[in-house]
């Protein structure tokens, strides 16, 4: 399946799913994948790193998602490795971004070593950077 769009639509879809990775971190590797799709790698991460703070600022509270509301890095590794890991791994990712706030605790334990057996899903650094200039207060 083709789409055709101008410039000005392909910047808006940039900033639009920059703005959508800001608010839920855990897509933002897989929207980054898209904005590559869309030869927009670089315009993605400057809309995020441009309008970071006033996405921070309007962001509620993350419910049922646990994984969400654990260590970013962390929630990076969950997303890539349901993308991209083989079944075992991608199950296992899947059920922790699924658990809910009494089953994520029996989970981590398992995330913490299955991350360090599995650094092929491990965020870049480019990403870990990012995540820890989001921590800082503004």
């Not at 990076?76 to 059920?95: H, Q, T």
Request: net charge negative; hydrophobic share 40%.
């Amino acid at each position: 399946m083709k789409f055709e769009f101008d410039e000005g639509q392909r910047q808006m879809m940039l900033l639009a799913i920059a703005e959508l990775a800001l608010s839920r971190p855990g897509w933002d590797w897989t929207l980054g994948k898209l904005a590559q799709q869309l030869q927009g790698a670089e315009m993605f991460t400057e809309f995020k790193r441009v309008n970071a703070d006033r996405v921070k600022s309007e962001r509620m509270p993350l419910g049922p998602c646990v994984a969400q509301n654990d260590d970013r890095e962390l929630l990076e590794w969950l997303s890539k490795a349901k993308e991209e890991g083989g079944d075992f791994v991608r199950n296992i990712a899947e059920a922790a971004l699924r658990a809910d706030w009494e089953n994520y605790p029996l989970l981590r334990p398992l995330l913490m070593v299955m991350r360090t057996k599995y650094p092929a899903y491990e965020p870049s650094d480019a990403v870990k950077q990012e995540i820890r200039e989001r921590r800082e207060p503004a």
